[in-house]
Protein backbone atom coordinates (compact mmCIF):
# COMPACT_ATOMS: atom_id res chain seq x y z
CA UNK A 1 0.00 0.00 0.00
CA UNK A 2 1.39 3.15 -0.67
CA UNK A 3 2.24 6.48 1.93
CA UNK A 4 0.41 9.17 2.10
CA UNK A 5 0.38 12.75 3.34
CA UNK A 6 -1.38 15.80 3.24
CA UNK A 7 0.55 18.51 1.53
CA UNK A 8 -0.84 21.33 -0.36
CA UNK A 9 -4.54 21.17 0.63
CA UNK A 10 -4.45 17.62 -0.45
CA UNK A 11 -3.89 13.62 -0.12
CA UNK A 12 -1.23 12.98 -2.33
CA UNK A 13 2.38 10.05 -2.50
CA UNK A 14 4.47 10.81 0.76
CA UNK A 15 7.55 10.74 -1.62
CA UNK A 16 5.82 13.25 -3.86
CA UNK A 17 5.26 15.86 -0.71
CA UNK A 18 8.33 17.95 -0.99
CA UNK A 19 9.66 21.64 -0.54
CA UNK A 20 12.14 23.54 -2.25
CA UNK A 21 15.33 24.45 -0.73
CA UNK A 22 14.51 28.22 -0.34
CA UNK A 23 11.98 27.72 1.53
CA UNK A 24 11.47 30.07 4.55
CA UNK A 25 11.51 27.72 7.33
CA UNK A 26 13.66 25.05 6.29
CA UNK A 27 16.14 28.46 6.51
CA UNK A 28 14.75 29.97 9.51
CA UNK A 29 13.10 27.36 11.50
CA UNK A 30 9.52 29.22 11.11
CA UNK A 31 7.43 26.46 11.83
CA UNK A 32 5.62 25.15 14.48
CA UNK A 33 4.79 20.93 14.58
CA UNK A 34 2.96 18.63 16.88
CA UNK A 35 3.94 14.96 17.43
CA UNK A 36 1.20 12.56 17.64
CA UNK A 37 0.78 9.15 18.70
CA UNK A 38 -1.34 6.04 17.42
CA UNK A 39 -1.55 3.38 19.57
CA UNK A 40 -2.61 -0.28 17.43
CA UNK A 41 -4.96 -2.19 20.31
CA UNK A 42 -4.66 -5.83 18.51
CA UNK A 43 -7.72 -7.47 20.30
CA UNK A 44 -9.72 -4.88 19.17
CA UNK A 45 -8.24 -4.63 15.75
CA UNK A 46 -8.71 -0.96 15.72
CA UNK A 47 -5.88 2.77 16.37
CA UNK A 48 -6.22 4.85 18.45
CA UNK A 49 -4.80 8.30 18.62
CA UNK A 50 -4.29 9.58 21.69
CA UNK A 51 -5.54 13.39 22.73
CA UNK A 52 -5.59 14.23 19.41
CA UNK A 53 -7.40 17.30 20.00
CA UNK A 54 -5.45 18.70 22.65
CA UNK A 55 -2.45 18.10 20.22
CA UNK A 56 -4.56 20.49 17.53
CA UNK A 57 -5.36 23.00 20.10
CA UNK A 58 -1.84 23.53 21.05
CA UNK A 59 -0.66 23.39 17.39
CA UNK A 60 -3.05 26.39 16.81
CA UNK A 61 -2.02 28.20 20.02
CA UNK A 62 2.29 27.83 18.81
CA UNK A 63 0.61 28.85 15.08
CA UNK A 64 -0.85 31.82 16.71
CA UNK A 65 3.13 32.34 18.67
CA UNK A 66 4.37 32.35 15.05
CA UNK A 67 1.80 34.26 13.26
CA UNK A 68 0.89 31.53 11.15
CA UNK A 69 -2.46 30.80 9.62
CA UNK A 70 -4.00 27.30 10.32
CA UNK A 71 -6.47 26.51 6.89
CA UNK A 72 -8.60 24.71 8.94
CA UNK A 73 -9.60 24.64 12.37
CA UNK A 74 -8.26 22.23 14.64
CA UNK A 75 -11.54 20.11 14.63
CA UNK A 76 -11.37 19.75 10.71
CA UNK A 77 -7.64 19.06 11.09
CA UNK A 78 -8.48 15.94 13.76
CA UNK A 79 -10.81 14.78 11.13
CA UNK A 80 -7.74 15.49 8.22
CA UNK A 81 -5.53 13.29 10.58
CA UNK A 82 -7.93 10.50 11.57
CA UNK A 83 -8.91 10.37 7.40
CA UNK A 84 -4.75 10.52 6.61
CA UNK A 85 -4.05 7.88 9.01
CA UNK A 86 -6.94 5.41 7.93
CA UNK A 87 -5.89 6.08 3.94
CA UNK A 88 -2.18 4.54 5.19
CA UNK A 89 -4.10 1.68 6.47
CA UNK A 90 -1.60 0.86 9.31
CA UNK A 91 -2.38 -2.08 11.92
CA UNK A 92 0.99 -0.79 14.34
CA UNK A 93 2.10 2.00 16.69
CA UNK A 94 2.24 5.15 14.38
CA UNK A 95 3.40 8.67 14.93
CA UNK A 96 1.53 11.56 13.40
CA UNK A 97 3.18 14.87 12.53
CA UNK A 98 1.36 17.50 11.54
CA UNK A 99 3.76 20.80 10.15
CA UNK A 100 3.15 24.54 9.80
CA UNK A 101 5.19 26.36 8.35
CA UNK A 102 6.46 29.84 6.53
CA UNK A 103 6.44 28.91 3.21
CA UNK A 104 7.57 31.24 0.96
CA UNK A 105 10.98 30.72 -0.67
CA UNK A 106 12.24 34.30 -0.29
CA UNK A 107 15.67 35.67 1.79
CA UNK A 108 15.14 37.78 5.19
CA UNK A 109 14.23 36.80 8.59
CA UNK A 110 10.99 37.89 9.80
CA UNK A 111 7.57 36.45 10.56
CA UNK A 112 5.01 38.93 8.90
CA UNK A 113 4.52 39.05 5.07
CA UNK A 114 4.80 35.58 4.47
CA UNK A 115 2.79 32.56 3.12
CA UNK A 116 1.76 29.71 5.10
CA UNK A 117 1.43 26.09 4.67
CA UNK A 118 0.03 22.91 6.78
CA UNK A 119 1.37 19.14 5.95
CA UNK A 120 0.61 16.13 7.44
CA UNK A 121 2.31 12.87 7.26
CA UNK A 122 2.05 9.66 9.64
CA UNK A 123 4.86 6.96 9.84
CA UNK A 124 4.67 3.91 11.47
CA UNK A 125 6.86 4.05 15.14
CA UNK A 126 7.74 1.75 18.18
CA UNK A 127 9.67 2.70 21.22
CA UNK A 128 11.64 5.66 21.20
CA UNK A 129 13.54 4.67 24.20
CA UNK A 130 14.15 1.17 26.06
CA UNK A 131 11.45 1.64 28.86
CA UNK A 132 11.79 -1.88 30.59
CA UNK A 133 15.49 -0.40 30.85
CA UNK A 134 15.05 2.33 32.24
CA UNK A 135 16.84 5.73 31.22
CA UNK A 136 20.76 6.73 32.67
CA UNK A 137 20.71 10.81 32.26
CA UNK A 138 22.88 13.26 32.89
CA UNK A 139 22.49 16.89 33.09
CA UNK A 140 24.05 18.85 30.17
CA UNK A 141 26.02 21.76 29.41
CA UNK A 142 23.08 23.29 27.31
CA UNK A 143 20.86 25.52 28.97
CA UNK A 144 16.68 25.34 27.68
CA UNK A 145 16.25 28.46 25.74
CA UNK A 146 14.39 30.72 28.05
CA UNK A 147 11.14 32.07 27.28
CA UNK A 148 11.89 35.62 26.74
CA UNK A 149 14.46 34.30 23.71
CA UNK A 150 11.51 31.81 21.89
CA UNK A 151 8.20 31.15 23.35
CA UNK A 152 8.70 27.66 25.32
CA UNK A 153 5.08 26.83 24.91
CA UNK A 154 5.01 27.01 21.50
CA UNK A 155 6.24 23.62 19.64
CA UNK A 156 8.40 25.65 17.33
CA UNK A 157 10.64 23.66 14.85
CA UNK A 158 13.50 26.19 15.16
CA UNK A 159 13.92 25.22 19.02
CA UNK A 160 14.69 21.64 18.38
CA UNK A 161 18.31 23.15 17.49
CA UNK A 162 18.11 22.94 21.81
CA UNK A 163 16.93 19.79 21.73
CA UNK A 164 19.64 18.86 19.27
CA UNK A 165 22.83 19.78 21.22
CA UNK A 166 21.70 18.71 24.63
CA UNK A 167 20.77 14.88 22.78
CA UNK A 168 23.49 14.70 20.89
CA UNK A 169 25.88 16.17 24.58
CA UNK A 170 24.15 12.90 26.63
CA UNK A 171 24.73 10.74 23.98
CA UNK A 172 28.29 11.76 23.46
CA UNK A 173 29.31 11.11 27.27
CA UNK A 174 27.42 7.42 27.12
CA UNK A 175 24.29 8.56 28.27
CA UNK A 176 20.29 7.89 26.86
CA UNK A 177 18.75 11.13 27.57
CA UNK A 178 19.53 14.69 28.41
CA UNK A 179 18.18 16.89 31.40
CA UNK A 180 18.61 20.50 29.91
CA UNK A 181 18.45 22.97 33.64
CA UNK A 182 16.88 26.59 32.93
CA UNK A 183 19.86 29.83 32.37
CA UNK A 184 18.57 30.10 36.18
CA UNK A 185 19.86 26.51 36.87
CA UNK A 186 16.69 24.80 38.03
CA UNK A 187 15.32 21.90 36.20
CA UNK A 188 13.56 22.28 32.83
CA UNK A 189 12.67 18.95 30.82
CA UNK A 190 14.67 16.71 28.66
CA UNK A 191 15.50 16.97 24.99
CA UNK A 192 11.82 15.74 24.05
CA UNK A 193 10.06 15.10 27.33
CA UNK A 194 8.82 16.31 30.51
CA UNK A 195 10.21 15.43 33.90
CA UNK A 196 8.48 13.92 37.25
CA UNK A 197 10.07 13.47 40.56
CA UNK A 198 8.50 11.45 43.57
CA UNK A 199 9.18 12.86 46.54
CA UNK A 200 7.44 11.97 49.94
CA UNK A 201 5.16 10.52 48.13
CA UNK A 202 3.62 13.33 45.80
CA UNK A 203 4.93 14.09 41.79
CA UNK A 204 6.65 17.20 41.39
CA UNK A 205 7.55 18.56 38.44
CA UNK A 206 8.77 21.87 36.72
CA UNK A 207 5.92 24.44 36.33
CA UNK A 208 5.39 26.08 33.11
CA UNK A 209 7.56 29.12 34.21
CA UNK A 210 10.61 27.31 34.20
CA UNK A 211 10.44 27.23 30.62
CA UNK A 212 9.22 24.10 29.69
CA UNK A 213 7.06 22.55 26.70
CA UNK A 214 3.63 22.11 28.65
CA UNK A 215 3.24 18.46 27.72
CA UNK A 216 -0.18 16.77 26.72
CA UNK A 217 1.20 13.34 28.33
CA UNK A 218 2.60 15.76 31.56
CA UNK A 219 -1.01 16.17 31.79
CA UNK A 220 -2.32 13.00 31.64
CA UNK A 221 -0.30 11.45 33.78
CA UNK A 222 -1.03 14.46 36.55
CA UNK A 223 -4.95 13.24 35.94
CA UNK A 224 -4.64 9.72 35.70
CA UNK A 225 -2.08 10.25 39.01
CA UNK A 226 -4.60 12.37 41.18
CA UNK A 227 -7.37 10.49 39.77
CA UNK A 228 -6.28 6.77 39.72
CA UNK A 229 -3.56 7.12 42.68
CA UNK A 230 -4.84 9.86 44.92
CA UNK A 231 -1.16 11.13 44.36
CA UNK A 232 -1.27 14.84 44.48
CA UNK A 233 1.21 16.81 41.59
CA UNK A 234 2.94 19.89 42.90
CA UNK A 235 4.06 22.21 40.34
CA UNK A 236 7.13 24.51 40.98
CA UNK A 237 10.68 25.15 40.60
CA UNK A 238 13.01 21.88 40.76
CA UNK A 239 16.49 22.11 41.75
CA UNK A 240 18.50 19.37 40.35
CA UNK A 241 20.07 18.22 43.77
CA UNK A 242 16.33 17.28 44.40
CA UNK A 243 16.61 14.72 41.21
CA UNK A 244 19.51 12.84 43.09
CA UNK A 245 17.69 12.69 46.28
CA UNK A 246 14.16 11.71 44.75
CA UNK A 247 12.78 7.81 45.76
CA UNK A 248 11.14 8.01 41.58
CA UNK A 249 12.09 9.85 38.59
CA UNK A 250 10.89 9.47 35.23
CA UNK A 251 10.11 11.22 32.22
CA UNK A 252 6.92 11.54 29.95
CA UNK A 253 5.82 12.76 26.44
CA UNK A 254 4.46 11.18 23.41
CA UNK A 255 7.45 9.68 22.24
CA UNK A 256 9.00 8.50 25.25
CA UNK A 257 5.63 7.36 26.81
CA UNK A 258 5.97 6.84 30.98
CA UNK A 259 9.66 6.32 31.15
CA UNK A 260 11.56 5.71 34.08
CA UNK A 261 14.73 7.02 34.90
CA UNK A 262 17.11 5.22 37.12
CA UNK A 263 20.34 7.20 37.09
CA UNK A 264 21.13 10.91 36.90
CA UNK A 265 25.35 12.14 36.91
CA UNK A 266 26.31 8.93 37.95
CA UNK A 267 24.15 8.36 40.80
CA UNK A 268 21.40 6.24 41.80
CA UNK A 269 18.02 6.90 41.69
CA UNK A 270 15.91 5.00 44.78
CA UNK A 271 16.93 1.93 44.69
CA UNK A 272 17.88 1.72 40.97
CA UNK A 273 14.88 -0.21 39.96
CA UNK A 274 11.66 1.14 38.66
CA UNK A 275 10.09 2.86 41.46
CA UNK A 276 6.35 1.63 42.74
CA UNK A 277 5.01 4.68 41.99
CA UNK A 278 6.13 5.17 38.35
CA UNK A 279 5.16 1.47 37.42
CA UNK A 280 1.75 2.26 38.54
CA UNK A 281 1.28 5.37 36.47
CA UNK A 282 3.05 3.80 33.32
CA UNK A 283 0.84 0.21 33.75
CA UNK A 284 -2.11 3.07 33.54
CA UNK A 285 -0.74 5.38 31.02
CA UNK A 286 -0.26 2.01 28.50
CA UNK A 287 -3.33 1.05 29.18
CA UNK A 288 -5.27 4.26 28.61
CA UNK A 289 -3.58 5.18 25.18
CA UNK A 290 -4.72 1.83 24.15
CA UNK A 291 -8.55 2.66 24.58
CA UNK A 292 -8.22 0.02 27.38
CA UNK A 293 -9.16 2.38 30.45
CA UNK A 294 -13.06 3.01 29.50
CA UNK A 295 -12.93 6.14 31.89
CA UNK A 296 -10.50 7.94 29.27
CA UNK A 297 -12.10 6.98 26.04
CA UNK A 298 -12.91 10.22 25.13
CA UNK A 299 -8.39 10.41 25.06
CA UNK A 300 -8.52 8.00 22.02
CA UNK A 301 -9.78 8.65 18.57
CA UNK A 302 -10.52 5.40 16.77
CA UNK A 303 -9.28 5.48 13.45
CA UNK A 304 -11.41 2.74 11.50
CA UNK A 305 -15.54 2.26 12.04
CA UNK A 306 -16.16 -1.06 13.97
CA UNK A 307 -15.99 -3.84 12.07
CA UNK A 308 -13.50 -2.61 9.37
CA UNK A 309 -11.60 -5.37 7.98
CA UNK A 310 -8.15 -4.04 7.53
CA UNK A 311 -5.09 -5.65 4.97
CA UNK A 312 -3.38 -8.03 6.33
CA UNK A 313 0.21 -6.90 5.92
CA UNK A 314 2.16 -4.34 8.09
CA UNK A 315 3.01 -1.21 6.28
CA UNK A 316 6.84 -0.86 6.33
CA UNK A 317 8.65 2.39 7.00
CA UNK A 318 8.69 4.67 4.08
CA UNK A 319 12.19 4.73 2.57
CA UNK A 320 14.31 7.75 3.51
CA UNK A 321 12.80 8.21 6.73
CA UNK A 322 14.42 7.36 9.84
CA UNK A 323 11.59 6.31 13.05
CA UNK A 324 14.23 7.41 15.26
CA UNK A 325 14.77 10.72 14.10
CA UNK A 326 10.39 11.46 13.98
CA UNK A 327 10.13 11.56 17.70
CA UNK A 328 9.28 14.14 20.51
C1 LIG B 1 10.93 19.69 24.59
C2 LIG B 1 9.76 18.81 24.90
N1 LIG B 1 9.31 18.75 26.16
C3 LIG B 1 8.27 17.97 26.49
C4 LIG B 1 7.64 17.19 25.55
C5 LIG B 1 6.48 16.32 25.95
O1 LIG B 1 5.29 16.85 25.41
P1 LIG B 1 4.07 15.91 25.02
O2 LIG B 1 3.76 15.10 26.20
O3 LIG B 1 2.98 16.85 24.66
O4 LIG B 1 4.52 15.08 23.87
C6 LIG B 1 8.08 17.21 24.23
C7 LIG B 1 7.43 16.41 23.19
O5 LIG B 1 6.52 16.85 22.53
C8 LIG B 1 9.16 18.05 23.88
O6 LIG B 1 9.61 18.10 22.64
Known sequence: MEAYAFFRNEFVPLAEAKVGIVTHALNYGTGCFEGIRGNWNADEEQLYLFRLAEHFERLARSCRILKIQLPRPPEELCALATDLVRRNGFREDVYVRPLAYKSSEVIGVRLHDLEDEFALFAVPFGAYHEIDKGLRCC????????????????????????????????????????????????????SGENIFAVINGELVTPDPSQDILVGITRASVIRLAREELGIRTVERPL??????????????????????????DYRTVGDG?????????????????????KKYLDWCTPVYPPGTRLPAKEREVPVGIQVSDLAD
Request: glycine content about 8%; hydrophobic content about 40%.
Open 139 to 190: TVSWRKVPDLAIPTRAKVTGIYVNSALARTEAHEHGFDEAIMLTANDMVCEG
Open 239 to 264: ARNELYVADEVFMTGTAAHVTPVLEI
Open 273 to 293: DVGPITQKLADLYFGTICGRN
